[in-house]
């Protein structure tokens, strides 16, 4: 592994991991469901200045479900009351929903967040980036969330990863920001997850069902996956035909991150699954060193499953060979993308 690799994953496992790790962490004391049992274990005190998504919305997450402008109007609020946060808006969907994307970091480096961007940039050109101090310049991580608009698991993460970085004023936490660009893209597919939660919210009932093929259980056709046309937007990436797909590439290409997390969800019998994918399944042109440090990182979200007691699966099942997905795309590009279902 050559010098600039070695300063550039030593950074990133220090500081980055945390964030892949922290929105499944839990402390150990507080009831299921609170806004406590969500967040990271550990001494964190909370700006109280900061509202909770509670707050804001009126319910705790994972007791009813997001759709985009409920997302929208949260993300705003927490820019209103921070200086740790800035929000950049980028095209329209379709139904002329807006895609957003939450830069959540240090005062300071959100006062400079435009020069920081174009510094980290210089890293794509070989003719500069050897030039650079990259232990002066903070880690990109991105987060990004819920490109298929009827797996929310990610677009709540989202929320609760945004109050957590944006409230927490413990020394750890602010410490971490002033080396790191927290990006937050809380959804990828705005139009399928407002039509998933209206349709949620519509069929819920306050009594459990048995029956599993009942009103609420079962979506119809076309489900929520897609697109307003019944596209898989995580299938769009190298095509751009799109809004979603447009605007994910123009998301990514603005920051070029470092580490990148793709927020999915699968079934409940399948277990948790994270990057790396099937060894034997992985595009020849995306190098041996990405697929080590994919690895060497996805050890620390094991270490937190572990401790959850959560069955999980890797390199297996899922794959890093059709780069025209989320998980896979910036790996040509030079970051190092995740991808957790």
């Known amino acids: 592994m050559d010098p600039f690799t070695k300063k550039l994953f030593s950074r990133v496992s220090v500081l980055a991991v945390f ?32 509202p909770t998504p509670e707050q804001v919305l009126g319910y705790q997450i994972g007791t009813y479900f997001l759709n985009w402008s409920d997302v929208c109007k949260y993300m705003e609020r927490i820019e209103a009351a921070s200086d740790r946060v800035s929000i950049k808006r980028f095209g329209l969907t379709y139904n002329h929903r807006e895609f957003i994307q939450v830069c959540i970091s240090s005062e300071k480096n ?69 080396n790191t660009i927290v990006v937050i893209t809380p959804g990828l597919n705005p139009d399928g997850i407002s039509r998933f939660a209206h349709w949620t919210n519509s069929t819920a009932s306050q009594n459990k069902r048995a029956d599993v093929n009942g009103p609420g259980q ?35 290409k603005w920051w070029m991150p470092n580490l990148v997390l793709d927020m999915h969800e699968q079934g409940t019998t399948s277990g948790f699954y994270f990057s790396p994918g099937d060894p034997y399944r992985t595009y020849r042109g995306i190098s041996q060193t990405n697929q080590d440090l994919t690895l060497k990182i996805a050890e620390n979200t094991a270490v937190e499953l572990d401790k959850k007691g959560i069955l999980y699966f890797s390199k297996e099942n899922y794959d ?14 030079g970051s190092i993308c995740l991808l957790h279902e």
């Open 19 to 50: 964030l892949l790790v922290s929105v499944l962490s839990s402390a150990q004391s507080p009831l299921k469901g609170t806004l406590e049992w969500y967040l990271p274990e550990g001494e964190h005190q909370f700006n109280t200045s900061i």
């Open 110 to 178: 959100i006062s400079y967040l435009e020069k920081i961007r174009e510094d980290h940039l210089q890293l794509c050109d070989p003719s500069r980036s050897h030039l650079l101090d990259i232990d002066k310049m903070p880690v990109v991580v991105n987060l990004m969330a819920s490109i298929h608009g009827n797996e929310t698991s990610g677009l709540n993460a989202a929320i609760l990863a945004a109050y957590f970085f944006t409230a927490a004023d413990s020394p750890q936490i602010k410490k971490m920001l002033e």
């Open 218 to 252: 079962m979506e119809p056709w076309p489900s929520s996956r897609t697109n307003h046309y019944y596209a898989d937007c995580n299938r769009d990436w190298l095509n751009v035909q799109h809004s979603e797909g447009k605007n994910s590439v123009s998301m990514y």
């Open 320 to 333: 890093d060979f059709f780069i025209g997905k989320g998980a896979a795309y910036g790996d040509l590009q």
